[in-house]
């Protein structure tokens, strides 16, 4: 059983920063590969959207939406298998809920995508 757990939502000011955390771990002890992590965010009202992505195969990828960039961060450690988001100068548009997001490899599975529960970011102007 594949889970990811985010952590690090809030309420801040525009100008503001925040890092969010997901960590992706097997609950049975089954050897896993993880292929991508990353995160969508969806703002009331909107479909999901990508927001940055790491994707890992003969070399690593990053992937930003054009809103973001210069100003999110998408980052990994493999050892903890946690990605996160460092999230500067938000704005107010940046309000959504933030879903982790990852493909996973099992032996008994393949390859399958997986949320996080989502958390909420909200930027007041």
């Known amino acids: 059983q594949v889970q990811l757990v985010e952590s690090g939502g809030g309420l801040v000011q525009a100008g503001d920063s925040l890092r969010l955390s997901c960590e992706i771990s097997?609950?049975?002890?089954?050897?896993?590969?993880?292929?991508?992590m990353g995160w969508y965010r969806q703002a009331p009202g909107k479909e999901r959207e990508l927001v940055a992505r790491i994707s890992r195969g003969s070399s690593i990828r990053t992937n930003y939406a054009d809103s973001v960039k210069d100003r999110f961060t998408i980052s990994a450690d493999a050892a903890k298998n946690t990605v996160y988001l460092q999230m500067n100068d938000l704005k107010s548009y940046d309000t959504a809920v933030y879903y982790c997001y990852s493909n996973v490899y099992t032996y008994t599975l393949g390859s399958v995508d997986y949320w996080g529960q989502g958390t909420q970011v909200t930027v007041s102007s």
């Open positions: 097997e609950t049975s002890g089954k050897f896993f590969v993880i292929n991508i």
